[in-house]
Protein backbone atom coordinates (compact mmCIF):
# COMPACT_ATOMS: atom_id res chain seq x y z
CA UNK A 1 0.00 0.00 0.00
CA UNK A 2 3.29 2.31 0.65
CA UNK A 3 4.74 1.29 -2.30
CA UNK A 4 1.56 1.93 -3.99
CA UNK A 5 1.14 4.83 -2.53
CA UNK A 6 4.47 6.52 -3.45
CA UNK A 7 4.12 5.04 -7.08
CA UNK A 8 1.17 7.73 -6.91
CA UNK A 9 3.08 10.26 -5.90
CA UNK A 10 6.01 9.97 -7.96
CA UNK A 11 4.15 9.71 -10.64
CA UNK A 12 1.90 12.85 -9.79
CA UNK A 13 4.83 14.64 -9.43
CA UNK A 14 6.07 14.15 -13.09
CA UNK A 15 2.70 15.31 -14.55
CA UNK A 16 3.45 18.02 -12.38
CA UNK A 17 6.53 19.08 -13.98
CA UNK A 18 5.39 18.26 -17.57
CA UNK A 19 2.42 20.80 -17.05
CA UNK A 20 4.25 23.18 -15.93
CA UNK A 21 6.90 23.22 -18.84
CA UNK A 22 4.27 22.55 -21.34
CA UNK A 23 1.80 25.27 -19.54
CA UNK A 24 4.45 28.10 -19.67
CA UNK A 25 3.84 30.73 -21.45
CA UNK A 26 6.05 33.84 -21.71
CA UNK A 27 5.11 36.56 -20.04
CA UNK A 28 5.60 39.99 -21.62
CA UNK A 29 7.02 43.07 -20.59
CA UNK A 30 7.15 46.62 -22.15
CA UNK A 31 10.74 48.01 -22.37
CA UNK A 32 10.31 50.99 -20.31
CA UNK A 33 8.99 48.35 -17.61
CA UNK A 34 12.47 45.85 -18.07
CA UNK A 35 14.79 49.15 -18.07
CA UNK A 36 15.14 49.05 -21.63
CA UNK A 37 15.81 52.06 -23.69
CA UNK A 38 12.93 51.38 -26.46
CA UNK A 39 14.60 53.80 -29.07
CA UNK A 40 17.51 51.32 -28.55
CA UNK A 41 15.79 48.81 -29.65
CA UNK A 42 14.06 50.39 -32.38
CA UNK A 43 16.52 51.30 -33.76
CA UNK A 44 18.25 47.87 -33.56
CA UNK A 45 15.62 46.19 -35.29
CA UNK A 46 15.35 49.48 -37.84
CA UNK A 47 19.00 48.14 -38.92
CA UNK A 48 18.23 44.73 -39.89
CA UNK A 49 19.03 43.61 -43.59
CA UNK A 50 16.17 40.89 -45.32
CA UNK A 51 18.70 38.34 -44.07
CA UNK A 52 17.60 38.30 -40.19
CA UNK A 53 14.28 36.73 -39.90
CA UNK A 54 13.92 36.77 -36.29
CA UNK A 55 15.09 38.50 -32.55
CA UNK A 56 13.56 38.06 -29.38
CA UNK A 57 14.75 40.14 -26.43
CA UNK A 58 14.28 38.33 -23.00
CA UNK A 59 14.72 40.12 -19.44
CA UNK A 60 13.95 39.00 -16.35
CA UNK A 61 12.25 35.70 -18.14
CA UNK A 62 9.84 38.31 -20.05
CA UNK A 63 9.59 38.86 -23.58
CA UNK A 64 10.61 42.97 -23.95
CA UNK A 65 10.50 43.48 -27.67
CA UNK A 66 10.81 40.67 -30.65
CA UNK A 67 11.13 41.28 -34.70
CA UNK A 68 9.98 38.51 -37.24
CA UNK A 69 10.57 39.25 -40.65
CA UNK A 70 7.45 39.34 -43.04
CA UNK A 71 6.52 35.27 -43.61
CA UNK A 72 8.13 34.42 -40.21
CA UNK A 73 6.57 34.59 -36.62
CA UNK A 74 6.36 32.98 -33.26
CA UNK A 75 5.82 29.47 -34.55
CA UNK A 76 8.12 29.81 -37.57
CA UNK A 77 10.57 26.78 -37.07
CA UNK A 78 14.58 27.89 -37.49
CA UNK A 79 17.73 25.44 -38.42
CA UNK A 80 20.23 26.46 -35.19
CA UNK A 81 23.47 25.08 -37.07
CA UNK A 82 26.35 25.31 -34.32
CA UNK A 83 23.89 26.53 -31.75
CA UNK A 84 23.49 22.99 -31.61
CA UNK A 85 26.40 22.34 -30.17
CA UNK A 86 25.37 23.82 -26.73
CA UNK A 87 22.32 21.72 -26.66
CA UNK A 88 24.37 18.36 -27.30
CA UNK A 89 26.74 19.73 -24.68
CA UNK A 90 23.85 19.88 -22.05
CA UNK A 91 23.01 16.49 -23.23
CA UNK A 92 26.50 15.59 -22.57
CA UNK A 93 26.61 17.25 -18.70
CA UNK A 94 22.99 15.20 -17.89
CA UNK A 95 24.30 11.76 -19.60
CA UNK A 96 26.82 12.03 -17.03
CA UNK A 97 24.56 12.97 -14.01
CA UNK A 98 22.89 10.04 -14.90
CA UNK A 99 25.35 7.71 -14.88
CA UNK A 100 25.46 6.61 -18.38
CA UNK A 101 28.77 8.49 -18.38
CA UNK A 102 31.14 8.57 -15.81
CA UNK A 103 33.35 12.33 -16.13
CA UNK A 104 34.79 13.88 -18.53
CA UNK A 105 38.09 13.18 -18.25
CA UNK A 106 36.67 9.54 -19.54
CA UNK A 107 38.21 8.20 -23.05
CA UNK A 108 36.06 8.74 -25.90
CA UNK A 109 36.86 5.47 -26.78
CA UNK A 110 35.21 3.73 -23.95
CA UNK A 111 32.61 4.97 -25.61
CA UNK A 112 32.63 5.17 -29.00
CA UNK A 113 34.11 1.75 -30.60
CA UNK A 114 35.27 3.08 -33.90
CA UNK A 115 37.39 5.07 -32.01
CA UNK A 116 38.58 2.49 -29.83
CA UNK A 117 40.13 0.55 -33.22
CA UNK A 118 41.83 3.31 -35.03
CA UNK A 119 45.13 3.16 -36.33
CA UNK A 120 46.66 6.41 -34.44
CA UNK A 121 47.40 5.85 -30.65
CA UNK A 122 47.22 8.86 -29.86
CA UNK A 123 43.46 9.20 -31.06
CA UNK A 124 42.68 6.25 -27.74
CA UNK A 125 43.44 8.90 -25.04
CA UNK A 126 41.21 12.00 -26.59
CA UNK A 127 38.58 12.57 -23.60
CA UNK A 128 35.28 13.67 -23.37
CA UNK A 129 36.49 17.08 -22.27
CA UNK A 130 38.78 17.48 -25.39
CA UNK A 131 36.12 16.80 -27.57
CA UNK A 132 33.73 19.79 -25.55
CA UNK A 133 36.44 21.69 -25.59
CA UNK A 134 37.66 21.42 -29.41
CA UNK A 135 41.21 20.46 -28.08
CA UNK A 136 40.68 17.31 -29.55
CA UNK A 137 44.02 17.50 -32.07
CA UNK A 138 41.38 15.76 -34.93
CA UNK A 139 41.45 16.88 -38.34
CA UNK A 140 38.88 19.78 -38.26
CA UNK A 141 35.66 19.18 -40.50
CA UNK A 142 34.85 23.25 -40.79
CA UNK A 143 37.01 24.06 -43.20
CA UNK A 144 37.78 23.42 -47.04
CA UNK A 145 37.03 19.79 -46.02
CA UNK A 146 33.51 20.21 -44.77
CA UNK A 147 31.47 19.60 -47.94
CA UNK A 148 33.55 16.50 -48.33
CA UNK A 149 32.74 15.68 -44.87
CA UNK A 150 28.83 16.20 -44.77
CA UNK A 151 28.96 14.44 -48.42
CA UNK A 152 30.68 11.45 -47.26
CA UNK A 153 28.82 7.95 -46.45
CA UNK A 154 29.91 7.63 -43.12
CA UNK A 155 30.86 10.52 -40.97
CA UNK A 156 32.57 9.19 -38.31
CA UNK A 157 34.61 7.13 -40.27
CA UNK A 158 35.91 10.28 -42.61
CA UNK A 159 36.56 11.88 -38.67
CA UNK A 160 38.92 9.21 -37.47
CA UNK A 161 40.51 7.99 -40.90
CA UNK A 162 42.25 11.57 -41.11
CA UNK A 163 45.84 11.65 -39.41
CA UNK A 164 45.55 14.22 -36.50
CA UNK A 165 46.76 17.92 -36.32
CA UNK A 166 47.57 17.73 -32.66
CA UNK A 167 48.29 16.18 -29.92
CA UNK A 168 44.94 15.91 -27.72
CA UNK A 169 44.53 18.95 -25.45
CA UNK A 170 47.26 20.84 -26.89
CA UNK A 171 45.47 22.80 -29.47
CA UNK A 172 42.29 24.58 -30.16
CA UNK A 173 40.77 24.23 -33.50
CA UNK A 174 37.00 24.65 -33.52
CA UNK A 175 35.10 21.45 -35.47
CA UNK A 176 31.42 20.22 -35.68
CA UNK A 177 33.16 16.85 -35.95
CA UNK A 178 34.03 16.75 -32.59
CA UNK A 179 30.50 17.88 -31.53
CA UNK A 180 29.32 14.75 -33.59
CA UNK A 181 31.81 12.26 -31.93
CA UNK A 182 29.71 13.55 -28.80
CA UNK A 183 26.58 12.88 -30.37
CA UNK A 184 27.58 9.48 -31.13
CA UNK A 185 28.59 8.82 -27.52
CA UNK A 186 26.08 10.00 -26.45
CA UNK A 187 23.90 8.08 -28.27
CA UNK A 188 26.29 4.91 -27.31
CA UNK A 189 25.72 5.40 -23.78
CA UNK A 190 22.39 6.19 -22.89
CA UNK A 191 21.42 3.23 -25.29
CA UNK A 192 18.88 6.34 -26.76
CA UNK A 193 18.71 8.35 -30.11
CA UNK A 194 20.16 11.94 -29.70
CA UNK A 195 16.77 13.74 -30.44
CA UNK A 196 14.52 11.52 -28.42
CA UNK A 197 16.77 11.45 -25.36
CA UNK A 198 16.58 15.27 -25.91
CA UNK A 199 13.06 15.48 -25.32
CA UNK A 200 13.03 13.06 -22.70
CA UNK A 201 15.13 14.75 -20.13
CA UNK A 202 15.72 18.06 -21.51
CA UNK A 203 13.05 19.26 -23.69
CA UNK A 204 9.90 18.06 -22.33
CA UNK A 205 11.53 19.14 -18.73
CA UNK A 206 11.10 23.03 -20.24
CA UNK A 207 8.48 22.66 -23.13
CA UNK A 208 10.17 22.80 -26.18
CA UNK A 209 8.04 20.85 -28.27
CA UNK A 210 9.24 22.22 -31.55
CA UNK A 211 12.52 20.48 -32.12
CA UNK A 212 13.46 18.58 -34.93
CA UNK A 213 16.58 16.92 -35.65
CA UNK A 214 18.60 16.08 -38.36
CA UNK A 215 21.08 12.95 -38.82
CA UNK A 216 24.03 11.64 -40.37
CA UNK A 217 23.62 8.23 -43.10
CA UNK A 218 24.03 5.92 -40.17
CA UNK A 219 21.32 7.78 -38.31
CA UNK A 220 23.35 9.20 -35.47
CA UNK A 221 22.07 12.58 -34.21
CA UNK A 222 23.49 15.56 -35.98
CA UNK A 223 24.45 17.23 -32.65
CA UNK A 224 26.83 19.32 -34.15
CA UNK A 225 24.48 21.56 -36.17
CA UNK A 226 21.32 19.89 -36.98
CA UNK A 227 18.82 20.67 -34.24
CA UNK A 228 16.10 23.14 -35.39
CA UNK A 229 13.16 25.20 -33.06
CA UNK A 230 11.47 27.88 -33.02
CA UNK A 231 13.27 31.79 -31.40
CA UNK A 232 11.18 31.35 -28.35
CA UNK A 233 12.40 27.75 -27.58
CA UNK A 234 15.72 29.02 -28.02
CA UNK A 235 14.93 31.41 -25.76
CA UNK A 236 13.85 28.60 -22.94
CA UNK A 237 16.68 26.97 -23.86
CA UNK A 238 18.91 30.44 -23.09
CA UNK A 239 16.87 30.92 -20.15
CA UNK A 240 17.43 27.78 -18.42
CA UNK A 241 20.79 28.32 -18.84
CA UNK A 242 20.72 31.76 -17.35
CA UNK A 243 18.88 29.67 -14.37
CA UNK A 244 21.40 27.94 -13.40
CA UNK A 245 19.93 24.43 -15.26
CA UNK A 246 16.84 24.77 -12.96
CA UNK A 247 12.94 25.34 -14.71
CA UNK A 248 10.02 25.68 -12.24
CA UNK A 249 12.43 24.88 -9.54
CA UNK A 250 13.75 21.42 -10.92
CA UNK A 251 17.00 21.19 -11.61
CA UNK A 252 17.20 20.07 -15.62
CA UNK A 253 20.59 20.49 -16.16
CA UNK A 254 23.33 19.94 -13.03
CA UNK A 255 24.31 23.74 -11.67
CA UNK A 256 27.43 22.56 -12.39
CA UNK A 257 27.48 22.14 -15.50
CA UNK A 258 26.26 24.65 -16.64
CA UNK A 259 28.96 26.93 -14.57
CA UNK A 260 31.95 24.23 -16.35
CA UNK A 261 30.44 25.13 -19.92
CA UNK A 262 30.18 28.85 -19.42
CA UNK A 263 33.65 28.95 -17.93
CA UNK A 264 36.69 28.81 -19.85
CA UNK A 265 37.85 25.92 -20.73
CA UNK A 266 39.66 26.63 -23.77
CA UNK A 267 41.39 29.64 -25.69
CA UNK A 268 42.99 30.66 -28.83
CA UNK A 269 43.80 34.34 -30.20
CA UNK A 270 41.81 36.05 -28.53
CA UNK A 271 38.83 33.67 -28.12
CA UNK A 272 37.41 31.42 -24.91
CA UNK A 273 35.89 28.90 -24.99
CA UNK A 274 33.78 26.40 -23.26
CA UNK A 275 31.91 23.54 -23.16
CA UNK A 276 30.21 24.56 -26.86
CA UNK A 277 29.24 27.76 -25.78
CA UNK A 278 31.37 31.09 -26.70
CA UNK A 279 32.64 33.12 -23.90
CA UNK A 280 32.38 37.41 -24.14
CA UNK A 281 32.76 40.63 -22.26
CA UNK A 282 29.44 42.89 -23.50
CA UNK A 283 28.59 46.18 -23.27
CA UNK A 284 30.70 49.56 -22.53
CA UNK A 285 30.98 48.17 -19.15
CA UNK A 286 32.26 44.37 -19.97
CA UNK A 287 29.33 42.14 -18.21
CA UNK A 288 30.78 38.56 -18.66
CA UNK A 289 28.52 36.41 -20.71
CA UNK A 290 28.32 33.17 -23.16
CA UNK A 291 26.40 32.60 -26.39
CA UNK A 292 25.54 29.25 -28.84
CA UNK A 293 26.61 30.53 -32.38
CA UNK A 294 25.55 29.17 -35.30
CA UNK A 295 26.44 29.64 -39.38
CA UNK A 296 24.50 32.61 -41.08
CA UNK A 297 23.68 34.02 -37.92
CA UNK A 298 21.93 32.28 -35.59
CA UNK A 299 22.63 32.93 -31.94
CA UNK A 300 21.80 32.78 -27.85
CA UNK A 301 23.07 35.41 -26.29
CA UNK A 302 23.19 35.41 -22.41
CA UNK A 303 24.22 37.77 -20.15
CA UNK A 304 23.62 36.82 -16.69
CA UNK A 305 24.68 40.23 -14.37
CA UNK A 306 21.74 41.85 -16.63
CA UNK A 307 19.16 38.78 -16.40
CA UNK A 308 19.79 39.48 -20.44
CA UNK A 309 18.46 36.90 -23.21
CA UNK A 310 18.69 37.91 -26.98
CA UNK A 311 17.85 35.42 -29.58
CA UNK A 312 18.34 35.98 -33.38
CA UNK A 313 17.48 33.54 -36.57
CA UNK A 314 19.12 34.79 -39.71
CA UNK A 315 20.72 33.38 -43.06
CA UNK A 316 23.78 36.05 -43.57
CA UNK A 317 26.64 35.47 -45.62
CA UNK A 318 29.73 37.23 -44.74
CA UNK A 319 30.85 39.40 -41.65
CA UNK A 320 29.13 39.16 -38.02
CA UNK A 321 30.33 41.92 -36.42
CA UNK A 322 26.89 43.66 -36.81
CA UNK A 323 25.35 40.86 -34.76
CA UNK A 324 27.84 41.76 -31.46
CA UNK A 325 27.54 44.93 -32.10
CA UNK A 326 23.72 45.33 -31.91
CA UNK A 327 24.06 43.48 -28.72
CA UNK A 328 26.53 45.76 -26.92
CA UNK A 329 24.01 48.35 -28.00
CA UNK A 330 21.30 46.61 -26.18
CA UNK A 331 23.35 46.03 -23.38
CA UNK A 332 24.51 49.85 -23.13
CA UNK A 333 20.96 50.58 -23.05
CA UNK A 334 19.77 48.13 -20.24
CA UNK A 335 19.42 49.85 -16.39
CA UNK A 336 21.47 47.68 -13.95
CA UNK A 337 19.19 46.50 -11.27
Same mark, same amino acid.
Given at each position: ? *??????????????? %??????????????????????????????????????????????????????????????????????????? %??????????????????????????????????????????????????????????????????????????????????????????????? *???????????????????????????????????????????????????????????? /?????????? /?????????????????????????????????????????????????????????????????????????????????
Amino acid at each position: M *EFKSRRTIAFCAVLF %VCACAFGFEWKRSSPEESGIKREVIENVFSSFDDDVFSCVIIRDGKIVNEYFKKGYGRSSVFTLQSCSKSITSAL %VGIAIEQGYIKSVDDYAADYLPELAKTKYPAMKKITLKQLLNQTSGLLGTDSKIWSQWRSSSNWIDFILSRPMTANPGSYFEYSTGNTHLLSAIV *ENATGKKLLDYAKEVLFSKIGISSAELGTDPQGIGDGGNGFSMTAYDMGRFGQLFLNNGK /WDGVQVVPEK /WVKDSTSVQARRNGSRYGYQWWLRNYGKEGYLGYNAQGYGGEYIFVVPQLNLIVVYTSWHQGNVDSYFYNVDKIVNATKVR
